[in-house]
């Protein structure tokens, strides 16, 4: 996979020695690290069934938006219904991750961005995707390709023009391991020029 920002290509999975004076070479990509930033976000839904996270990118390759599946703002958590049976269900509340990360947006504008999605939009969402101005949507699992809402948001994608493809990672698992920096270790903080400096003065 390219590097979509300046043109160089980007390969992982090679080792490195921390001695060499070159680059690493085991960075994640761009879409490896939008992707997994979407799934990050997806750790926060409440949805017992189904977490699904969402990341908005501008063409500048930077963050824009960010959301996942949740009850609206003031409503409970506890307090309103998770299920999918009955009179009550979450499909009358929740919020779709797309939606939430595009009123999260902290730009003035998506107008080109393009969106990482676990879930292929519904067609609520799509027509979200569309009217804000998002041109390309990079999803991973197409699991519900069947049903018409899916098939509408595909219909509303190709007429508006707006491009959507699988994203298939090359690596299954992306580990984030908190104990890497040493953070109990308060040894590593480097003693600041500057207060040294002052202490001179
Ligand atoms: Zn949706």
Known sequence: MGDICNGKTETSQQSHSPTTNSKRLDYISWHE??????FLAAKRSKDPVTQVGACIVNEENKIVGIGYNGMPIGCNDDDF????EGKETKHLYVCHAEMNAIVNKNSTSLNNCRMYVALFPCNECAKFVIQSGIREVIYMSDKYAYKRSTVASKKMFDAAGVKYWQYVPKNNKLIIDF????WTNMQQVPISPFKNNEEQL
């Open 81 to 84: 219904p998770w299920g999918k």
């Open 33 to 38: 690290y939008f992707m997994a930033t979407a």
């Open 179 to 182: 104990s890497e920096i040493n």
